[in-house]
């Protein structure tokens, strides 16, 4: 039991930093999922995933509490229709992936889900920040961004940020990473762009997780107190280290870009295809 909670803990630890970093947690639980293998049913694995993942919106949910709470009486009436027009537009933002997610998502876990794909779409967005920081520093650009607050988007802006959300149905894209991508391509400052992608993943990850919780709890599955145990650890974990990795990065960008997130896509990329060509780690591992 000791063993498998620690397993765990350390896939706690890779959802809790990878989550909300634009750098891909499918990426890194591919490799994990290779190198460190739970003893436990398929159903609970899936259920695990699920769990872990809400540990992580949790940490959203905790950190933005008094932005994202339209209800409190600090806040002014004016401060309150604020936070529901917020609101508004990240329900606004969800709709493009929700519509693609029903639509595809089968056909994404059935063609998609392999390392080679992975790898691709880290190489890939990994370039697209790199060029797209060095236009910015070239020109300036950044320091005239039309949205600098998140409270200052639009709904149009935000419907365009969505449908950037649309891409991260391509495993190794990054679901943060192309929100961020998308909202500075629309005008956003890195602080917008990085709060307007963590909203938008409330109502897609904790309604996903809830759905798929459900599904699996309605279809049978019963699991032991090893397993309740596993998951909660998990969860801890996750949760505590997407409190950890959010600060980090929204310090981060502070002060700087993107550019070494476009790197470490890379050279994660580097990884999973000499595991997979070098080291005999299955392609279709996911």
């Known amino acids: 039991?000791?063993?498998?909670?620690?397993?765990?803990?350390?896939?706690?630890?890779?959802?809790?930093?990878?989550?909300?970093?634009?750098?891909?947690?499918?990426?890194?639980?591919?490799?994990?999922?290779?190198?460190?293998?739970?003893?436990?049913?398929?159903?609970?694995?899936?259920?695990?995933?699920?769990?872990?993942?809400?540990?992580?919106?949790?940490?959203?949910?905790?950190?933005?509490?008094?932005?994202?709470?339209?209800?409190s009486r600090k806040k002014t009436p004016e401060q309150r229709k604020g936070t529901w027009s917020l609101w508004g537009k990240v329900v606004v933002g969800c709709i493009p992936a929700a519509i693609v997610g029903v639509a595809l998502d089968d056909w994404a876990d059935a063609h998609l889900y392999n390392a080679v794909v992975i790898a691709g779409a880290l190489i890939l967005y990994g370039v697209i920040f790199i060029v797209m920081e060095r236009l910015n520093k070239r020109q300036g650009a950044h320091s005239r961004r039309r949205v600098q607050e998140v409270e200052e988007l639009d709904l149009p802006t935000a419907f365009k940020i969505g449908c950037f959300q649309c891409l991260a149905i391509v495993p190794g894209t990054s679901r943060s990473g192309s929100t961020i991508i998308g909202g500075l391509l629309c005008g956003c400052s890195r602080v917008a762009a990085s709060e307007f992608s963590f909203f938008m993943a409330i109502p897609v990850?904790?309604?996903?997780?809830?759905?798929?919780?459900?599904?699996?709890?309605?279809?049978?599955?019963?699991?032991?107190?090893?397993?309740?145990?596993?998951?909660?650890?998990?969860?801890?974990?996750?949760?505590?280290?997407?409190?950890?990795?959010?600060?980090?990065?929204?310090?981060?960008?502070?002060?700087?870009?993107?550019?070494?997130?476009?790197?470490?896509?890379?050279?994660l990329a580097i990884v999973v295809l000499v595991a997979v060509f070098g080291f005999g780690l299955d392609p279709a591992a996911a």
């Open 205 to 267: 990850m904790f309604g996903w997780s809830v759905l798929k919780i459900a599904k699996l709890v309605l279809g049978g599955v019963v699991l032991t107190s090893t397993e309740l145990a596993v998951g909660a650890v998990g969860l801890v974990v996750a949760f505590v280290t997407s409190v950890l990795s959010i600060k980090f990065l929204m310090g981060y960008i502070q002060k700087h870009d993107f550019g070494v997130f476009g790197w470490y896509r890379i050279a």
């Open 1 to 71: 039991m000791f063993l498998e909670m620690l397993k765990a803990f350390f896939f706690g630890l890779v959802e809790g930093i990878t989550e909300w970093l634009p750098v891909s947690s499918t990426g890194h639980l591919v490799l994990f999922n290779n190198f460190i293998t739970m003893d436990v049913s398929a159903e609970f694995m899936e259920m695990f995933t699920v769990v872990i993942q809400l540990g992580a919106i949790m940490a959203v949910i905790i950190l933005y509490f008094s932005k994202l709470n339209p209800f």
